[in-house]
DNA sequence: TAGGAGAATTGGTCTTACAAGTTTATCAGC
DNA sequence: GCTGATAAACTTGTAAGACCAATTCTCCTA
């Protein structure tokens, strides 16, 4: 047997949903339905649904039958952190996250700085004005990550803000911890204050240099806190 | 039952691995071996087997008791391949992941201007040599491909290296169309020279310049072509 | 030491069973 | 006739167990 049966009927469907003839929101025939028309036990038919949904292309719960989805790139990223977890408790994995982290906000900074709004700009000096006004380790770390992610929103681009929510979700430990270690608060908000000024100068230089001492000395910090 | 069997079962090794007493390589027991350890039936194994499998930690062949195996990079980026093909089948979808990877490409650009050593020039050259030397489609793709492999190399980070192959997979389709459209090879490989060139020269400015005009124009031709 | 036969093991599939949730149909009351 | 609650029918989630084919592993033989 070549072609393994739960393949065969995963694409069967993949296809009628790349085609069109099924689209977002349709309901799939029910798994018994499907065992007849394929022929096929119920272990196969779940396993290819599984694969689908693990697609995206199908969402389901329990007790009502499977509708077609949509992939989104949030949900692609979601698929990744299962994997993502074990990936970075390696040192060697971590470190290469926080390089490639950095590569995206420094290229963020320096789109938002060359395209930014007047309106990006307000949006943006909001979320400023409540990192700095954070005045416990919760907050903090929650409203700095709503302003980096207010700068991955100036793209307007979906896949730069999911990947930052996603990177951010990933590092979260590294932000708490280098945030914990000692550093005041008011330091780190200074560097977002020199961010944030070089956006909205359009100085697009300064926005990248200004966002990677920023995150080299987070980063750095991180590395002291945990030795 | 509150905790589903098979999530009990993937749990513990799950955590073998993290706490280490499970090293990659290491055999995992046989499936009905765990049957009888956790008392339970074989298809809760199965998934719980499956489920770490799709996390990375386990690879599994046909006749082979399960080894732990360290999650990849690479591995991760194929896990998203089917998700991806489906988001890029959207216009829209397709659009942004050109721009995400123009952000990545040109980023590398300047990283390699900053950082590339004798010999990543020396390979980069030979790269561009065979790029140049492309009479036929399949060839000049295929070399083109391996030019901006080669740049992301520069980075000396996995993680650059696997997006960028990945990516590369994913665009596929825009290469092709976008070279088989009218422009000659040379006009393409003149665009890597300049590249080339700048990284060479550490201009970091003028590398990502001409890395952003030469992805505008790959992208804008792509677009012309299917239109 | 090399090669091959047989045992061990997994992969894939099917069947059956029950639990838990959702949808649909029915029926009472207004 | 319409509305809302209730029950029946349907559907998925979880689980156990059995079978065969394909692959790997082991050990014995030459």
Redesign the pocket.
């Known amino acids: 047997?070549a072609r393994?049966?739960?393949?065969e009927i995963a694409e069967h469907f993949e296809l009628l949903v790349l085609s069109g003839r099924l689209r977002p929101g349709d309901r799939?025939p029910?798994?018994?339905?499907i065992?007849e028309e394929f022929?096929?036990?119920?272990?196969?038919v779940?396993?290819a649904?599984f694969s689908l949904q693990r697609q995206g292309l199908l969402t389901?719960?329990?007790?009502?039958?499977?509708r077609v989805s949509t992939p989104t790139v949030d949900g692609m990223f979601a698929e990744l952190s299962g994997s993502m977890r074990h990936y970075l408790n390696r040192p060697e994995g971590l470190r290469e996250m926080q390089d490639a982290r950095a590569l995206l906000e420094i290229g963020l900074a320096r789109r938002a700085a060359q395209t930014a709004s007047g309106d990006d700009i307000k949006k943006l000096e909001k979320a400023l004005d409540a990192n700095r006004a954070a005045r416990d380790l919760d907050t903090f770390v929650q409203t700095d990550v709503a302003f980096h992610l207010a700068i991955a929103r100036i793209s307007r681009n979906p896949v730069f803000e999911a990947l930052n929510a996603a990177l951010s979700d990933w590092l979260k430990d590294q932000r708490v911890k280098s945030s914990a270690s000692g550093a005041s608060f008011e330091e780190v908000a200074d560097q977002h204050v020199k961010i944030f000024e070089a956006i909205k100068n359009k100085d697009v230089e300064a926005a990248a240099e200004a966002m990677d001492r920023h995150l080299a000395i987070v980063v750095d910090r991180y590395w002291k806190a945990v030795m």
Chains 1, 2 share one sequence.
């Open positions: 047997m393994k049966k739960y393949q799939l029910a798994e018994r339905q065992m022929d096929a036990g119920r272990s196969s779940r396993e649904l389901s719960r329990p007790g009502a039958v499977p």
